[in-house]
């Protein structure tokens, strides 16, 4: 059964005092309550209804009000939602989420929307990976099989070619933890064989349906992305009730699924999908609701660098031009909370997530 109510965190600030937990007792007393037990505390809440069809009533509460407002037959899951909002996230692999992460891409693929072709053996893969961790890359995803809007499905054994040799030449010689992005069950259990830390899967474990027990079986963490559709086909006309909060259910069912199977909430994280089944206005509207998917209780993912949004944004038809709008996305996706930036260009957002931290806190103690 679908939520009927949302709550997005808003009034977002850097708290300089040291995150709290929730204490009703403290209410007249609140600055702010931490943002997924982070430095980013919030201070209002947007109160999301579904109402009928594709309407929905949202306004506007001051966090202190949270706990003497009406909230109806609504009253334990808003208080759940609270919570999870709040709570702090665990650490991935080993790696705090105290501050953005940084995942860069290295598309060991012919056709990728971007960078196709750039990467065209083990070697020069590899070797990227590792002058994307020297920028400051703290996640390397390895990807065989574009899933761009339009392509072709890639061959188990051609993507099996691609990315294995990658992820086994990485595992010595890199600190920064492997992710595979692939939608393929075969592909995920060898490169956990191989030696990935983390499975990035674009359908969020629907595509391949022997993928969810393969993920229970690995152990490791799962990265779980909204898509509307095929890639072949995801864009030609996607339909939303309300998209903000359709991701919103979509990913709470994978999470749920995830669960039962045996994966534990501590090992899911959440991608809304930008440009996956979404037009401009939807796409748009996921990032100025970005703080609302914190209320599904796991480190959130956003993966918008040099995508077609900021092209039709700002008439930047190269993707390769497209590196001050990916900038501008990471920001807004760190202003929000979101724990894990999946880009590109490493090293200029790096430079941009140091001065945003150093900025926001108002000392070079934010870094």
Known sequence: MKRS????PTGIFWDRNEPR?????????????????????FSALDVLTRVSGSA????????????????????????DLLAAISTPRPRLGGMSLDKPRIMGIVNVTPDSFSDGGQLANTRAAIDHALRLEAEGADILDIG???TRPGSDAVMLDEELRRVIPVIEGLRGKSRALISVDTRKA?????AAAAGADILNDVSALTHDPRALDVAVESGLPVMLMHAQGDPKTMNDDPQYADVVLDVFDFLESRISACELAG??????????GIGFGKHLHHNVAVMAGLSLYHGLGVPLLLGASRK??????????EPKD???GSLACAIAGAQAGVQIVRVHDVKETHQALAVWRAAVAGSEAGL
């Open 5 to 8: 109510t949302y709550l997005q």
């Open 21 to 41: 937990a929730i204490d009703e007792a403290d209410v007249p007393a609140w600055r702010g309550l931490p943002l997924a037990g982070g430095r980013l505390s």
């Open 56 to 79: 929905t009533k949202r306004k506007t509460i001051v966090l202190g009000d949270a706990f003497s407002a009406d909230w109806g037959r609504e009253g334990l899951a808003a208080s």
């Open 144 to 146: 065989g099989e574009s």
């Open 186 to 190: 075969e592909v995920m259990r060898q």
């Open 263 to 272: 994966i534990p909430r501590t090992k899911i994280i959440a991608d809304p």
């Open 308 to 317: 077609k949004m900021i092209g039709q944004l700002c008439d930047v038809p």
């Open 322 to 324: 497209r590196v001050p």
